[in-house]
C-alpha cells in the first residue's frame, strides 16, 4: 500500500476506502443475531444499540418476524429495509440501510424459508451484492449449494456477507 508523504498508513487506508476527504465516509457494516424482534422493549435497545454503534448497514439474524411486520423494522436512521420472513414469528432476516447511505438495489433475492436476503446493487457509487444469512444449524449441503446457486453474478463489484453460517460443525471436510 502506499500513501502519501505525511499521511499515517491509517489515514491512507482511509483515504483507499473512500473516507479520507470527507466525500464518502467509511461503510459502518454491522452483522447481529438479535434472536428476536417482536417486543417493543426489545426492539427500542437494539435499534438505539445500532445507532449508537454509527451502523451505516445492519444485517440482522432471527428476526422473528412475519412479513407483514417488517414495518417495525423501519425507525429513525433506517433509510431502505430488506427482509425475508416467513408468516410465523421464527427466522427471518433483514438488511438496513442508513438514511446517510447512498443505496441504490437492482435486483433482491428472498428464501421463502426466511433464512437468507440478497441485495443487488451500488452502495456509495460501487457495485455490491449484500448477502445476510441465517443457515440451519445442521448440516444441510444442500442449502448451501442453492445459497451459492442464487448469489447474483458480481460483475466486477464486491460480495458483502454477513450472518450465521452454522454449518458444518459434524460434516466431513469440504463436503458441500
Not at 69 to 91: E, I, P, T
Not at 133 to 140: E, I, K, T
Request: aromatic share 6%; glycine share 14%.
Amino acid at each position: 500500500m502506499t500513501h502519501r508523504p505525511g499521511a499515517s498508513p491509517r489515514k491512507a487506508m482511509a483515504d483507499r476506502r473512500g473516507g479520507g476527504d470527507g466525500l464518502c465516509p467509511p461503510t459502518r457494516l454491522i452483522t447481529w443475531n438479535v434472536k428476536g424482534l417482536n417486543g417493543p422493549v426489545k426492539r427500542t435497545r437494539v435499534f438505539s444499540h445500532l445507532k449508537g454503534l454509527k451502523a451505516d448497514v445492519a444485517m440482522l439474524q432471527e428476526t422473528h418476524l412475519k412479513v407483514a411486520d417488517q414495518v417495525r423494522l423501519r425507525k429513525g436512521w433506517v433509510g431502505q429495509v430488506f427482509h425475508s420472513g416467513l408468516d410465523a414469528k421464527n427466522r427471518g432476516v433483514a438488511i438496513l440501510v442508513g438514511k446517510r447511505v447512498a443505496f441504490e438495489a437492482a435486483e433482491v433475492v428472498s428464501d421463502k424459508e426466511g433464512r437468507y436476503i440478497m441485495v443487488k446493487g451500488r452502495l456509495q457509487g460501487e457495485k455490491v451484492v449484500l448477502v445476510n444469512v441465517y443457515a440451519p444449524n445442521w448440516d444441510d449441503a444442500g442449502f448451501m449449494r442453492r445459497l451459492l446457486g442464487r448469489i447474483p453474478d458480481l460483475e466486477a463489484g464486491g460480495l458483502i456477507m454477513g450472518g450465521g453460517l452454522q454449518y458444518g460443525a459434524g460434516s466431513p471436510t469440504g463436503s458441500f
